[in-house]
């Protein structure tokens, strides 16, 4: 039996989102496991859509950074500005203090502004002009890129993207769904009637009840087999960091919470390798020369390391 709470999120924000359910499931496990997700693909494929409708379906505070180049780091976390009257300076939270924050088009800035994210993402808080401040619970990051257009744009490095939890590609929408959208469409926005149907409250306590689930040695064990071959990989340059591994654990357990299940199947971490792992395998760059692809090695790391038989 699915998450009642889980999947009333995921059907709320159905009703705006269509056809998108495994990429709305993939986004509510990063949040159950307190991680962040870059959503990457052509323009126009409902990106930004997709990261509003899952923040007011869990309600709770939204703020939204249109990252062009010339924004500043202070343009994030905040800053602080003399106050005359009372002769101290006084704080001015940024876009960061919010329940769920959307990094829009994160690589069009500039790598000082792209690292003003990483104390949030890591420490779930941020430090300016030398006082740290806590960030709400729970605090996620939506953040999106498109791969075109490169022109002006700056890649986000290996290190930055080692701090997502998942990166998601959609894809394009089949006929029958880009009907329902036109249909959907057609006469208003359905966005502008989402309500909350879980409070932030109960994310936070549903956080809690992830880090329950059982995770049985021999699972542990195949994540470590997994990462471990994707370094050993004659292909690779870099493989899966240690906090990869922690992360595909932690998304294991929100995958399995949200399908009603209090354990851990080999299968969820089959189903997580993509988003999970794909993203933190760096190919050597004779082999990116000759066109190979972090997805084809994963798939023979998949099929090459053995899936743990039942307990």
Known sequence: ????????????????????????????????SEGHVLLEDVPGLGKTLMAKALAR????????????PDL???????????DRKSGDFVFHPGPVMSHILLADEINRTIPRTQAA??????????????????????FFVIATQNPIEMDGTFPLPEAQLD???????????????????????????PLEDLQAVVPPERIVELQRERGGLTVSPAVREYIADLAAATRAHPR?????SPR?????????????????????????????AGPVFRHRII???DERTRGASAAVVLDEVLAKVAVPGPA
Do not use: H, W
């Open 283 to 285: 190919l050597r760059q």
């Open 1 to 32: 039996m699915r998450n009642s709470e889980c999947d009333r999120v995921v059907e709320n924000a159905s009703r705006v989102v269509v056809g998108k359910r495994k990429a709305l499931e993939l986004m509510l496990a990063a949040l159950l």
């Open 57 to 68: 379906s869990i309600g709770g505070s939204f703020r939204r950074i249109q990252f062009t």
């Open 236 to 240: 690779v340059r870099y493989g899966v």
């Open 72 to 82: 500043l780091p202070a343009d994030v976390t905040g800053f602080s500005i003399y």
């Open 244 to 272: 990869g591994a922690l992360g595909m654990m932690r998304a294991a357990q929100s995958l399995a919470l949200i399908r009603g299940r209090d354990y851990v199947l080999p299968d969820d971490i089959k189903e997580l």
């Open 117 to 138: 994210l990483l104390e949030s993402m890591g420490e779930f808080q941020v430090t300016v002009d030398g006082e740290t401040l806590l960030l709400p619970r729970p």
């Open 163 to 189: 701090r997502f939890l998942m990166r998601i590609d959609l894809g394009y929408p089949s006929r029958e769904e880009e009907v329902a959208i036109l249909s959907r469409f057609q006469e208003e926005d």
